[in-house]
C-alpha cells in the first residue's frame, strides 16, 4: 500500500522441503494462508528437533515451531512452541517422534499451487 509511510517489503516465497533461502534465513508457514516465505533465522544454538521455540522462525532449516503437545519426547513442555520437521504428504512417512505422522499444515485444498506436498510431523 502506498503512502502509509511504511516500507515496502519483499518477502521470497520458497517450498519449506527445498530450504532455499539462504545461509541465515528459514523457509517458514507465512501468514498468508497456504503459502510459505523466508524469514531471518532466529534459532542461533537452539533449534534441533524437540527444542523449545519462540515464534515460527525460531527453528532450525526445515523444523517448524509447533504446539509442544504435537512433538512426543521433547523438552519443550510449558513453552510457547516445540520444533518438528516439515516433511513430503506424498513419500513414506519419516517423522522422527514416536506416533508422529506427517499432516497437513492447513486444510486441504488451501495451499498454494505446486505446495500441496508439504506437510509436518505432529501427534494425530
Known sequence: MFGSGLPN?????CDALAQECGELW???SSPLPG???CQHDASGSQGAYGSACE???GC???LACLDPAAVPE???EGDAGCCSPYCDLM???SCPGQGQICDHIWEPGDEAPGLEHVGVC???
Open 35 to 37: 503459502n510459505f516465505e
Open 74 to 76: 521433547a523438552d519443550c
Open 91 to 93: 513419500a513414506a512417512n
Open 55 to 57: 515464534s515460527i522462525n
Open 122 to 124: 505432529r501427534l494425530p
Open 60 to 62: 532450525d532449516p526445515g
Open 9 to 13: 517489503l519483499c518477502i521470497p516465497p
Open 26 to 28: 528459514v523457509c517458514v
